[in-house]
Nanobody, 123 residues
Framework: QVQLVESGGGLVQAGGSPRLSCAAS????????MGWFRQAPGKEREFVAA????????YYADSVKGRFTISRDNAKNTVYLQMNSLKPEDTAVYYC????????????????WGQGTQVTVSS
């Protein structure tokens, strides 16, 4: 069982650079690939970024490539999402998720989800 708690969201001005954190419980965090997803009002959940269990491989949605960076610290059981050059269209609830199956852009392949943290980008 893995419990995930996101933090770091809030109201940010366009162009801002907040960092989201996702703290995981349990001793097996390093066994899981981790992903970030987001869901904007009235839209379906979408993939944002993923990272392999070792941190050696990362994947990004085209919409955030070059602006967002996913990273992890297995000693701290934490995964991060550094967001730069935020745009109003980045406004969403951001969720972190854990997958024993490996890095994936498919939400269905993730086993555990956090409650989400709201990020609102003002123009």
């Amino acid at each position: 069982q893995v419990q995930l708690v996101e933090s770091g969201g809030g109201l940010v001005q366009a162009g801002g650079s907040p960092r989201l954190s996702c703290a995981a419980s349990g001793r097996t965090f390093s066994s899981y690939a981790m992903g970030w997803f987001r869901q904007a009002p009235g839209k379906e959940r979408e993939f944002v970024a993923a990272i392999s269990w070792s941190g050696g491989s990362t994947y990004y949605a085209d919409s955030v490539k070059g602006r967002f960076t996913i990273s992890r610290d297995n000693a701290k059981n934490t995964v991060y999402l550094q967001m730069n050059s935020l745009k109003p269209e980045d406004t969403a609830v951001y969720y972190c998720a854990a997958s024993i199956h490996g890095s994936s852009w498919k939400g269905d392949e993730y086993d555990y989800w956090g409650q989400g943290t709201q990020v609102t980008v003002s123009s």
